[in-house]
Every structure is written in C-alpha cells, then in structure tokens.
C-alpha cells in the first residue's frame, strides 16, 4: 500500500469511519467492513485535503482538459465538490428518481455536447452508480475522460468503461445476502448510509 493509502485510511480511522460488523451495502452486497465516508467528509479541512488529492490523481490520467465535474448523490457530492474546486471547474450531480430507481439529471444541470467530464464518487464497490453518472453524461454529448473515488473496495476491478483513479483500493469480502457468512450465522445486517435496507 502507498504512503498516500495508508494516509487516507488513517484518517478514516481516527475519525470512526472505518467501521466493522455486518453492513448492506449500497450495491446489495454485505461486508464485515464499511467506511463511512461521512464521518470524514464533515471536517472541512479533510474534504478539502482528499478532494485536492483526488484531482491530482485525475490530472495524471485525464490532462488539464477537465471542464465539468459529476458526481452521484449523495455520497459523491461532498468530495464531487471539493474535487470540482481543487479543478478549479463546476459540478452536477445526478440524483435516483424515486418511482424509476434510475439517475437522472435535474435542478436544471444541463451538459454540452463535446464537454470534457470526471466522475467522482465517495467508495465505490461494484462501479453501479458511477457507471450509471457516465451513462447519462455520454447520453447527453459529454465527453467522459475518467472517474475517480476516495476508496476502491473493489481491489481496482470495478469496471466502469473509463479510466479509474482512487486514492486507497482495498480489497474487501463482499458477498451476495443469500451467501453471506455473517448472515448465516444470524449476525444482523446494517445499512449506515443514506439509502435505508
């Protein structure tokens, strides 16, 4: 692991974000780790810090050409922000309609065709949610240069069609509830993020 990753989960442990037990996650899939990226994202100092971070890690893969910013609410929309400013360039989000279950732009976000795009999301563990960002981006003309994370618990397999850049990737069990260790020895299951079980 890099001096950077090691940094980053430091500070994830020193703020309880690294957390251990029986969680849902928000793919579907269950693990006995869960990093509240909340509980590091609400100092101000550490958003700013890994969103700076995260942007230089963007720059080595997708040049200085960065002209927007997206992210998935809304987990990706504090580090989606603080990446956008340390780019020196706007964000939009996307956001999950209620009666679909699918992403959609709204609140009046409009991207150009020919526009240049990141995508940046908090943890990502099977890509779901970013892959759905790039979608919608490509459907209205962007040009999607590359997505970005605080954390990989993908191990860095997560495949979402563009160039990937994280600042920690861990490699971290996940298994489908109907296989699940945990479940099967009657551990109740946790879902601590925004989306409820």
Do not use: W
């Amino acid at each position: 692991m890099t001096p950077q990753a090691e940094s980053v989960l430091e500070l994830f442990r020193s703020t309880g974000a690294y957390l251990q037990g029986h969680f849902r996650l928000t793919s579907g899939l269950h693990s006995a780790e869960y990093l509240q990226c909340a509980l590091v994202l609400q100092h101000p100092a550490a958003a700013e810090k890994l969103g700076r971070l995260l942007a230089q890690e963007l720059r080595k893969v997708a040049g200085e050409k960065i002209g927007l910013v997206a992210a998935p609410a809304l987990g990706g929309l504090i580090i989606g922000h603080e990446v956008a400013r340390a780019l020196g360039t706007r964000l939009i989000f996307t956001e999950r309609d209620t009666a679909t279950r699918k992403m959609a732009l709204r609140r009046g976000f409009v991207v150009d065709p020919g526009e240049t795009a990141v995508v940046i999301e908090d943890v990502i563990t099977t890509g779901g949610s970013t892959l759905d960002v790039i979608e919608i981006l490509k459907a209205a003309g962007a040009n999607v240069l590359a997505a970005g994370s605080i954390i990989d618990r993908s191990g860095g397999h997560a495949d979402v069609g563009v160039e990937r850049v994280a600042l920690a990737t861990l490699q971290v069990a996940a298994h489908y509830p109907e296989v699940c260790p945990l479940c099967q020895i009657g551990i109740p299951v946790e879902k601590p993020g925004s989306r409820p079980v």
